[in-house]
């Protein structure tokens, strides 16, 4: 049955470009041949230009694939690393002497650009 309905398809489609065929006029074969050609022509200039932006895209791809495959891992943190960390941590704690000793800061600046000076 589909063959039939098929071959009945394909013989209706025959005769339509058969009478499409002696239907149309000399001018309009020959304004559809330049078409093609005008087509035919600006295929293969399309096809060289679109091969740099191509490559390129293919090249950044695979550059920022290598960044992240080559990135170092993060290290892992251990008891030892983290008693490390709170012991750096505890030695810049603030107490009432190391308070004084920021606010006079400027003072001991101002000490030792004026004894550059004298002695300079």
């Keep these: 049955m589909t063959n039939q309905i098929e071959h009945q398809l394909e013989t209706a489609l025959q005769q339509d470009l058969h009478h499409?065929?002696?239907?149309?006029?000399?001018?309009?074969?020959?304004?559809l041949a330049q078409a093609r050609n005008r087509a035919l022509?600006?295929?293969?200039s399309s096809r060289k230009?679109?091969?740099?932006?191509?490559?390129?895209?293919?090249?950044?791809?695979i550059l920022l694939v290598a960044f992240f495959f080559f990135q170092e891992a993060p290290v892992s943190l251990?008891?030892?690393?983290?008693?490390?960390?709170?012991?750096?941590?505890?030695?810049?704690?603030?107490?009432d002497e190391n308070v004084e000793l920021y606010e006079d800061l400027d003072f001991y600046y101002w000490l030792a650009d004026n004894e550059q000076g004298a002695t300079g």
């Design 20 to 31: 499409l065929e002696n239907e149309t006029e000399a001018r309009d074969v020959f304004r």
């Design 78 to 95: 251990n008891n030892e690393t983290v008693s490390e960390l709170n012991r750096a941590d505890s030695a810049f704690e603030f107490d």
């Design 49 to 61: 230009k679109g091969f740099i932006p191509t490559l390129g895209a293919s090249l950044a791809s």
């Design 41 to 44: 022509s600006q295929n293969g």
